[in-house]
């Protein structure tokens, strides 16, 4: 886990550039219906609005709230550090899915026009979207990105 401001920024950008690349694809999937060439293209195009959307909510909302949240209700400063991970992890994805749940919702509400559905699009998302994000976060992502980051930035290398 990152133990200063600037480990704890860099493992963000990686962690959210992971999620953010790997739920676009599996969202333009699941609205256009087939992973196909044209699939990945609209999934890539619309990746940097939503990493940046993804980011922003990250950095300056969810990350306080989840870990105030795991610290508080779910893991102690003294917990074995795999507990800490789980439970941190845990409580960033389910706010996460909500907010891009709704990001998504509203970005297929531009593409159609039809804000009709923005709401009913959004609380359908969310199910599926949860049960694709957690699964990844825990068994993939998470594990990936702790394995690079500490890779190429060993304890105590990067400086508070």
């Not at 690349?21 to 599996?26: I, V």
């Not at 949240?69 to 507990?83: I, K, M, Q, T």
């Not at 992890?89 to 509400?109: D, H, K, Q, R, T």
Request: some cysteine; aromatic content about 14%.
């Amino acid at each position: 886990m990152p133990q200063n401001k600037r480990e704890s920024l860099i493992y963000t950008v990686m962690m959210c550039f992971m999620m953010v690349l790997w739920m676009s694809m599996y969202n333009v999937t699941l609205h256009m219906g087939a992973l196909s060439f044209e699939t990945l293209q609209e999934g890539w195009l619309g990746f940097p609005f939503a990493y940046i959307y993804a980011m922003l909510f990250d950095w300056f909302l969810v990350s306080h709230l989840a870990k105030g949240f795991a610290f508080r209700f779910l893991v102690r400063p003294e917990s074995p550090v795999l507990h800490k991970v789980l439970a941190v992890s845990c409580c960033m994805v389910i706010p996460m899915v909500i907010v891009m749940s709704l990001y998504g919702s509203l970005e297929a509400c531009v593409k159609s026009g039809v804000w009709s559905l923005l709401l009913p699009t959004w609380i359908s998302n969310i199910p599926k979207n949860m049960a694709m994000a957690l699964p990844f976060q825990l068994l993939v992502a998470g594990p990936v990105v702790r394995r690079i980051f500490r890779s190429a930035f060993p304890e105590g290398k990067v400086l508070a």
